[in-house]
């Protein structure tokens, strides 16, 4: 059971470019979720979504679009990047209700 | 959702208990209490929740006040391996997000 996987793990743009982060999980999650962080700091929230078919924005999504391709797979998409969205992504999936939020191993990604 | 307040960091013996305490005065009747923790440069890993009542489970306990306004998780013997930085968050299941403050950042020393 791996749970949520991200790929790729790491990776290095030039400024302008456009990348896509994978993320997908094998739990039948109902939500997944997009967060950024960056050094020393917590995490924040890029784009959600509740349910397939459904995504909404969270507390920083400007520069970035979100794909929900299936139940399973939640895509994260840098269209023209910038040094300022370099950063560790981690997306995570979670059941509708409350219980714990799963986070998968994190993107690195840096912007040059 | 409700803010949080922790102290920035903490130190912990080895073999110790580990009581990371959290504010979460605005705390609304539907809201829960999460509480998380990330090991270096890990992803966030889920400890525990609840409501009102104190909760235990084989990671961690949780206590929370009767008015709710406060709560501390507590690692009943910390070890080396519990080092990381502990968030709580405050949150409505069926409508919040999962947002996330600075957290504490406890240290386990020998």
């Known amino acids: 059971n791996a749970g949520v996987t991200q790929t790729p793990k790491f990776q290095v743009l030039k400024t302008g470019q456009s990348m896509t982060l994978q993320c997908a999980q094998d739990?039948?999650?109902?939500?997944m979720y997009w967060y950024r962080q960056d050094p020393g700091m917590g995490l924040r929230l890029i784009y959600y979504?509740?349910?397939?078919?459904?995504?909404d924005k969270g507390e920083v999504p400007n520069g970035y679009n979100v794909s929900r391709l299936n139940k399973r797979e939640f895509s994260l998409r840098l269209e023209s990047a910038a040094p300022s969205q370099t950063s560790v992504y981690f997306c995570?999936?979670?059941?509708?209700?409350?219980?714990?939020?799963?986070f998968g191993s994190g993107t690195r990604l840096t912007v040059v | 959702d409700a803010k949080t307040t922790q102290p920035t960091s903490m130190d912990c013996a080895e073999g110790r208990a580990a009581n990371l305490p959290c504010n979460h005065s605005?705390?609304?009747?539907?809201?829960?209490v999460y509480w998380y923790r990330q090991i270096h440069s890990q992803g966030p890993q889920y400890i525990i929740h609840?409501?009102?009542n104190n909760e235990t489970n084989e990671m961690a306990s949780l206590i929370i006040t009767e008015d709710r306004k406060s709560s501390t998780l507590i690692l009943p013997h910390a070890t080396l391996r519990d080092t990381a930085v502990y968030y709580c968050?405050?949150?409505?299941?069926?409508?919040?997000?999962?947002?996330f403050g600075q957290g504490t950042e406890l240290s386990v020393k020998p």
């Open positions: 995570a999936s979670s059941e509708r209700q409350h219980y714990g939020y799963t």
């Open positions: 739990m039948n999650h109902n939500s």
């Open positions: 979504s509740a349910s397939e078919g459904t995504t």
């Open positions: 605005t705390i609304s009747g539907n809201e829960y």
């Open positions: 609840g409501l009102k």
């Open positions: 968050i405050v949150r409505d299941p069926l409508q919040g997000k999962l947002i």
